[in-house]
């Protein structure tokens, strides 16, 4: 018994040692998702409004903020993600967007197009996301933890009452 008691005290060390990597790395991991997803949106979104343009030559509804400049160059099919603060008096405050530039034909006349999407609401996600990932995993490791001490208790106890048997010396036949 002392021995299992060992091999789980060296297992807990270890992924106490090893649990600030797996919860860093799940950090960075539900972040990068969680961006990309919002880089999609936007790509999508910009599709979309192209597709309006070239095909009705105005503007779709639109709920994302949306900034327009008219460009002399040609329209490129590069774009620039990148992200930006924008100060809101309302709040007082500065808030976190990503913004999406492309350019785009509409009739003879090359137009290039910022649309932003807020970030305030996909960092609230990305830090309750993580937060319950963490948690998730303290419960389970402390649960196999002590679910293994309970196991190996009642799997060695036979053979703790087996010591107790005084067992004799064999006699020899005469």
């Not at 030559?57 to 900034?67: A, I, M, N």
């Not at 400049?69 to 007082?92: C, E, G, R, V």
Request: aromatic content about 16%; overall charge neutral; glycine content about 2%.
């Amino acid at each position: 018994m002392k021995l299992l008691t060992k091999t789980n005290q060296f297992y807990f060390i270890f992924l106490l040692l090893i649990a600030p990597v797996i919860i860093t790395v799940d950090y960075f991991l539900i972040r990068h998702f969680v961006n990309s997803e919002v880089n999609e949106i936007l790509k999508h979104e910009g599709e979309r409004i192209k597709y309006h343009l070239n095909r009705e030559g105005v503007f779709p509804d639109y709920t994302y903020l949306l900034d327009t400049t008219l460009i002399q160059a040609p329209p490129s099919s590069s774009y620039n993600l990148k992200d930006t603060l924008i100060f809101d008096a309302y709040a007082n405050e500065f808030i976190p967007y990503r913004e999406y530039e492309f350019t785009t034909l509409v009739g003879n006349d090359t137009l290039g197009i910022s649309i932003r999407h807020v970030l305030l609401e996909m960092n609230k996600l990305i830090l309750w996301a993580f937060v319950s990932t963490v948690l998730v995993f303290i419960i389970m490791v402390s649960g196999v933890f002590f679910i293994n001490q309970k196991i190996s208790k009642w799997a060695w106890k036979p053979f703790y009452n087996l010591s107790l048997i005084h067992i004799s010396e064999p006699t020899r036949p005469r």
